[in-house]
Protein backbone atom coordinates (compact mmCIF):
# COMPACT_ATOMS: atom_id res chain seq x y z
CA UNK A 1 0.00 0.00 0.00
CA UNK A 2 1.29 3.16 -1.30
CA UNK A 3 2.12 5.76 1.81
CA UNK A 4 0.33 9.26 2.24
CA UNK A 5 3.66 11.22 2.65
CA UNK A 6 3.62 14.80 1.61
CA UNK A 7 7.19 16.17 1.72
CA UNK A 8 8.66 18.90 -0.74
CA UNK A 9 9.82 17.54 -4.22
CA UNK A 10 13.54 17.10 -4.30
CA UNK A 11 15.11 19.80 -5.96
CA UNK A 12 16.67 17.31 -8.95
CA UNK A 13 12.43 16.84 -9.57
CA UNK A 14 11.59 20.09 -9.30
CA UNK A 15 14.56 21.18 -12.23
CA UNK A 16 13.36 17.92 -14.11
CA UNK A 17 9.64 18.72 -13.92
CA UNK A 18 10.16 22.51 -14.52
CA UNK A 19 12.21 21.91 -17.63
CA UNK A 20 9.34 19.19 -18.83
CA UNK A 21 6.58 22.11 -18.24
CA UNK A 22 8.28 24.45 -20.33
CA UNK A 23 8.54 22.10 -22.97
CA UNK A 24 5.12 21.48 -22.87
CA UNK A 25 4.26 25.01 -22.89
CA UNK A 26 6.59 25.96 -26.20
CA UNK A 27 4.33 23.16 -27.72
CA UNK A 28 1.41 24.61 -27.24
CA UNK A 29 -0.29 25.86 -30.67
CA UNK A 30 -1.38 29.10 -29.07
CA UNK A 31 1.91 30.45 -28.48
CA UNK A 32 1.97 33.57 -30.84
CA UNK A 33 4.67 33.39 -33.16
CA UNK A 34 8.02 34.46 -32.66
CA UNK A 35 7.04 35.11 -28.94
CA UNK A 36 9.56 33.87 -26.77
CA UNK A 37 9.14 31.44 -23.95
CA UNK A 38 11.44 31.53 -20.98
CA UNK A 39 11.42 29.89 -17.48
CA UNK A 40 11.41 31.44 -14.34
CA UNK A 41 12.07 34.80 -16.56
CA UNK A 42 9.82 37.36 -19.16
CA UNK A 43 11.47 39.58 -21.27
CA UNK A 44 11.08 43.41 -21.57
CA UNK A 45 9.56 42.68 -24.98
CA UNK A 46 6.34 40.74 -25.65
CA UNK A 47 6.53 37.43 -24.32
CA UNK A 48 5.70 34.50 -21.95
CA UNK A 49 7.44 33.45 -19.03
CA UNK A 50 6.67 29.87 -17.14
CA UNK A 51 6.90 30.15 -13.24
CA UNK A 52 7.29 27.27 -10.72
CA UNK A 53 5.70 28.41 -7.52
CA UNK A 54 6.36 27.25 -3.85
CA UNK A 55 4.92 24.04 -2.61
CA UNK A 56 5.76 21.70 -5.11
CA UNK A 57 5.23 18.22 -3.15
CA UNK A 58 4.77 14.33 -3.28
CA UNK A 59 1.15 13.39 -3.19
CA UNK A 60 1.82 9.26 -2.60
CA UNK A 61 4.93 7.19 -3.01
CA UNK A 62 4.97 3.26 -3.74
CA UNK A 63 8.07 0.76 -2.70
CA UNK A 64 9.13 0.04 -6.19
CA UNK A 65 10.00 3.89 -6.21
CA UNK A 66 7.20 5.88 -8.18
CA UNK A 67 5.00 8.34 -7.07
CA UNK A 68 2.31 10.81 -7.87
CA UNK A 69 3.35 14.18 -7.25
CA UNK A 70 1.70 18.47 -7.53
CA UNK A 71 3.30 21.64 -8.63
CA UNK A 72 2.50 24.82 -8.73
CA UNK A 73 3.11 27.19 -11.54
CA UNK A 74 1.90 30.36 -13.28
CA UNK A 75 2.07 31.66 -16.92
CA UNK A 76 2.49 35.05 -17.21
CA UNK A 77 2.31 37.43 -21.10
CA UNK A 78 3.41 40.31 -21.18
CA UNK A 79 1.97 42.64 -23.88
CA UNK A 80 1.58 46.60 -24.49
CA UNK A 81 -2.14 47.04 -25.33
CA UNK A 82 -3.07 50.35 -25.91
CA UNK A 83 -7.12 49.94 -26.05
CA UNK A 84 -9.65 47.66 -24.76
CA UNK A 85 -9.97 45.24 -27.45
CA UNK A 86 -6.04 44.76 -26.82
CA UNK A 87 -6.11 44.49 -23.69
CA UNK A 88 -9.05 41.54 -23.74
CA UNK A 89 -6.69 39.88 -26.55
CA UNK A 90 -4.00 40.02 -24.12
CA UNK A 91 -5.56 38.41 -21.64
CA UNK A 92 -7.43 35.83 -24.04
CA UNK A 93 -4.30 34.62 -25.07
CA UNK A 94 -3.29 33.50 -21.45
CA UNK A 95 -6.73 32.13 -20.87
CA UNK A 96 -6.40 30.16 -24.50
CA UNK A 97 -3.07 28.60 -22.99
CA UNK A 98 -4.42 27.58 -19.53
CA UNK A 99 -7.82 25.99 -21.64
CA UNK A 100 -5.48 24.29 -23.69
CA UNK A 101 -3.11 22.58 -20.73
CA UNK A 102 -6.31 21.61 -19.15
CA UNK A 103 -7.72 20.13 -21.87
CA UNK A 104 -4.80 18.53 -23.94
CA UNK A 105 -2.20 18.71 -21.28
CA UNK A 106 -3.51 14.69 -19.51
CA UNK A 107 -2.62 13.32 -22.64
CA UNK A 108 0.79 14.28 -22.88
CA UNK A 109 3.53 11.91 -21.70
CA UNK A 110 6.23 13.34 -20.17
CA UNK A 111 9.82 11.89 -19.91
CA UNK A 112 11.11 9.65 -17.17
CA UNK A 113 8.45 7.55 -17.17
CA UNK A 114 5.95 10.90 -15.97
CA UNK A 115 2.38 11.26 -17.31
CA UNK A 116 0.32 14.17 -16.11
CA UNK A 117 -2.55 13.38 -14.68
CA UNK A 118 -4.60 16.45 -14.01
CA UNK A 119 -4.09 20.34 -14.80
CA UNK A 120 -6.90 22.88 -13.41
CA UNK A 121 -5.88 26.46 -14.49
CA UNK A 122 -7.60 30.24 -12.48
CA UNK A 123 -8.66 32.90 -14.96
CA UNK A 124 -5.81 35.43 -15.57
CA UNK A 125 -5.37 38.90 -13.88
CA UNK A 126 -3.35 41.78 -15.13
CA UNK A 127 -0.67 43.16 -13.68
CA UNK A 128 0.29 46.81 -14.90
CA UNK A 129 4.48 47.51 -14.69
CA UNK A 130 4.46 50.54 -13.35
CA UNK A 131 7.69 50.16 -11.99
CA UNK A 132 9.37 49.59 -15.04
CA UNK A 133 7.49 52.46 -17.03
CA UNK A 134 7.11 50.65 -19.98
CA UNK A 135 3.69 50.97 -20.14
CA UNK A 136 3.12 47.14 -20.51
CA UNK A 137 0.79 44.91 -19.39
CA UNK A 138 1.46 41.19 -17.57
CA UNK A 139 -1.72 38.90 -17.73
CA UNK A 140 -1.24 36.18 -15.58
CA UNK A 141 -3.03 32.79 -14.52
CA UNK A 142 -1.76 29.90 -11.59
CA UNK A 143 -2.37 26.06 -11.89
CA UNK A 144 -1.84 23.23 -10.06
CA UNK A 145 -0.15 19.94 -12.43
CA UNK A 146 -0.48 16.63 -10.66
CA UNK A 147 1.71 13.69 -12.42
CA UNK A 148 2.77 10.43 -11.69
CA UNK A 149 6.10 8.84 -12.48
CA UNK A 150 6.24 5.21 -12.90
Aim: with cysteine; glycine share 8%; aromatic share 10%.
Amino acid sequence: MPSEEKDPLSKQEYDKIGNLLLDLVKGCPFIPEKVPVQYQSIDAVESIGIYTLPGAKYLKRNVIGGFTAQIKFQIAYRSFPTSNDQRINSQAKVDTIMSWLEEYGTMQKLSGGRTITKITASNSLPYKDKAGGDKSTIFAADAVMEYEKD
